[in-house]
């Protein structure tokens, strides 16, 4: 069975750092595409940072480009987000999903919160 | 890249169809055979419904459905059942620098 588990959200001040994890287990993450996704309070999906099934190519949001990076760990089997220069608008909840633009996100975790307040 | 726009709300009675309509450019929805739909209960991660435009992954009722007409993307579920009240979502693959757009999201309510 496909499980993903966040970790690694809380209360940042603005300008601050953070990095998220989300723990794979049922497959291996370096076999698959993979992608981050925040919904900010009471708000819509909007789609974070990507990182392909082979060769590792990133992608990232316009909203975070040059400031988040995502990448993944294939001894731990984890899927990572390092967050920096965080603002406020970035306070959201952060999920982890496998898939890719064919097979959508058919799974993901139960999402890890971020706020980013002084 | 612009946010597709779906209406903000839709209602219907049960076993009544209701269509949510998921529209786009000609740069993501229009230009891409890859558009999905999520369901989203409060305080849930999103489940997916619909892959490329109109296929159901395992698991996901008959009752919901997908189609695309140039730029606008539609979901219909029909038969509509009370545990269908839920915020729904639609994505595009986009050839921009933005790699995958979402809707705007739209509230399901069974009256």
């Known amino acids: 069975e496909v499980q993903l588990l966040e970790s690694g959200g809380g209360l940042v001040q603005p300008g601050g750092s953070l990095r998220l994890s989300c723990a794979a287990s049922g497959f291996t993450v370096s076999t698959y595409a993979m992608s981050w996704v925040r919904q900010a309070p009471g708000k819509g999906l909007e789609w974070v940072s990507a990182?392909?099934?082979?060769?590792?190519?990133?992608y990232n949001a316009d909203s975070v480009k040059g400031r988040f990076t995502i990448s993944r760990d294939n001894s731990k089997n984890t899927l990572s987000l390092q967050m920096n220069s965080l603002r406020a608008e970035d306070t959201a909840i952060y999920y982890c999903?496998?898939?890719?633009?064919?097979?959508?996100?058919?799974?993901w975790g139960q999402g890890t919160l971020v706020t980013v307040s002084s | 890249q612009s946010a597709l726009t779906q209406p903000p709300s839709a209602s219907g009675s049960p076993e009544q169809s209701v269509t949510i309509s998921c529209t786009g450019t000609?740069?993501?929805?229009?230009?891409?055979?890859?558009v999905s739909w999520y369901q989203q209960h409060p305080g849930k991660a999103p489940k997916l419904i619909i892959y490329?435009?109109?296929k159901r992954p395992s698991g996901v009722p008959d009752r919901f459905s997908g189609s695309k007409s140039g730029n606008t993307a539609s979901l219909t579920v029909s038969g509509l059942q009370a545990e269908d009240e839920a915020d729904y979502y639609c994505t595009s693959f986009a050839v921009s620098n933005t790699l995958y757009v979402f809707g705007t999201g739209t509230k399901v309510t069974v009256l």
């Open positions: 999903a496998k898939g890719d633009r064919r097979s959508g996100w058919a799974h």
């Open positions: 990182i392909g099934h082979s060769g590792g190519a990133t």
């Open positions: 490329e435009v109109n």
């Open positions: 000609s740069s993501d929805v229009g230009g891409s055979n890859y």
